[in-house]
């Protein structure tokens, strides 16, 4: 028997989160209870990747049910999304259609990334997703659960952290919106290395992992600590407990092995998809 749609409980309601993402679209939305069983995939860059990533991870949403209650799509998976007043991004259809059939299955959250936290209204409205830009706590049972892609906390050169300002400056945001998509795509595909770290040097990423664990790790060693912190965007796959109950949770790049994991209300565990 399909389980029934829907959360246990929801903090805000997607009314409550539309009006507060259109008023300050950076604020963080939290408090969200999904259920015990989290699923959590990230960076799947769609549209920059071979077709069988995509038909991968199609496949991987028709059994997440199977899998577990619910699913964090935790940024980067799409290499670029925007939301347009009529258009949808034509690459990224097939599995925004895919998400809307899930969400009528199972409870599915969404935090943006670098390449894809322009979605404004459009995947709760049209979706029924609940979507935060930047950050967005999560409950899992009794469990809070800390949800960040990672871009801008721990950038190593001066230009990345200049781009992550200009693109999450609301006069920016409102400029793209005259850009035709045609032409919004062409740039993109142009200037997409410096949307964030791109790089595929291995000393540069591992150098870039390191600071984002101990980023994650200074959050759970603070105070009202989460029980977990879940990062994407290095596309390093990590799972440390700084401190006993406590993980740090990265799943890796879905693009690199079909990457994700599952986060319960005792534990964490780093999985593939086959």
């Known amino acids: 028997?399909?389980?029934?749609?829907?959360?246990?409980?929801?903090?805000?309601?997607?009314?409550?989160?539309?009006?507060?993402?259109?008023?300050?679209?950076?604020r963080p939305v939290s408090s969200v209870v999904l259920g015990h069983r989290l699923l959590v995939l990230s960076d799947a860059h769609l549209g920059a990747t071979a077709p069988e990533v995509e038909e991968a991870l199609i496949g991987f949403l028709d059994r997440a049910p199977t899998l577990g209650d619910c699913l964090l799509l935790n940024g980067d998976v799409f290499d670029f999304w925007f939301a347009y007043r009529r258009v949808i991004p034509r690459q990224s259809f097939h599995v925004a259609a895919e998400i809307r059939r899930l969400r009528r299955r199972i409870p599915v959250v969404m935090v943006g990334g670098?390449?894809?936290?322009?979605?404004?209204?459009?995947?709760?409205?049209?979706?029924?997703?609940?979507?935060?830009?930047?950050?967005?706590?999560?409950?899992?049972?009794?469990r809070a659960?800390?949800?960040?892609?990672?871009?801008?906390l721990t950038e190593a050169h001066w230009s990345a952290e200049v781009m992550h300002?200009?693109?999450?400056h609301p006069l920016a945001i409102a400029l793209w919106k005259l850009v035709h998509p045609d032409l919004g795509f062409w740039l993109v595909d142009r200037m997409s290395h410096a949307l964030g770290n791109t790089t595929r040097r291995e000393e540069v990423l591992d150098r870039a992992a390191v600071r984002q664990r101990e980023w994650a790790e200074r959050r759970l060693a603070g105070d009202s600590p989460p029980g977990c912190v879940v990062m994407g965007h290095t596309h390093r796959p990590v799972l440390t407990e700084p401190t006993p109950g406590r993980q740090y949770v990265n799943p890796g790049a879905w693009m690199d092995g079909y990457r994700y994991a599952v986060i319960s209300e005792t534990g964490a565990e780093l999985r593939t998809w086959t």
């Open 1 to 26: 028997m399909a389980r029934t749609p829907g959360k246990l409980r929801v903090a805000w309601t997607e009314s409550q989160t539309a009006q507060a993402l259109a008023s300050n679209p950076w």
């Open 114 to 142: 670098n390449h894809d936290r322009w979605g404004e209204e459009f995947w709760e409205r049209d979706l029924g997703v609940d979507f935060a830009p930047l950050e967005m706590t999560i409950e899992i049972g009794q």
């Open 145 to 152: 659960v800390l949800a960040v892609h990672g871009d801008g």
């Open 165 to 168: 300002r200009i693109t999450r």
